[in-house]
């Protein structure tokens, strides 16, 4: 992910983006990534075996691309580095920005199923003519 961000990332200088274009773009990541770490902390409220097939659902690779886009995200906000590092931060930004969707996604795919599991535990239970 972080070779296909790179190869995507745009130059920046004096006839491209220009460094305050793009921290737009970057604080606008570093929050995306962050509510989606706010959410994975509140995974403790869902009932057990609900969260527990959300939290197998991910991996400390998640969390460490969390951290790089993230990490990408603020370094890109500030205005005084050298032009060159902006296409780093940037590639870093929009890996962890992809990882996130994708576990958002893929979260919700799972979340959806342990649900349905759920109801039709919940339907069986009630629904069965031996009890």
Known sequence: MGIISAFLAPAVGPTKPTVS?????????????????????????????????????????TFLWFGVGEAGGILGMIPTWPF?????????????????????????????????REDDAYMARHLDPSH
């Open 21 to 61: 274009d793009m921290a737009v773009f970057f604080s606008t990541m570093a929050v995306i990534i962050a509510t989606l770490l706010v959410a994975l902390a509140l995974l403790s409220a869902f009932p057990a075996r609900m969260g527990h097939s959300i939290r197998k659902a991910l991996s400390p690779a």
């Open 84 to 116: 060159e590092p902006y296409r780093y931060f940037f590639a870093a930004t929009l890996a962890g920005a992809a990882t996130a969707v994708t576990t958002v996604v893929y979260i919700g795919i799972v979340n959806l199923s342990a649900q349905q």
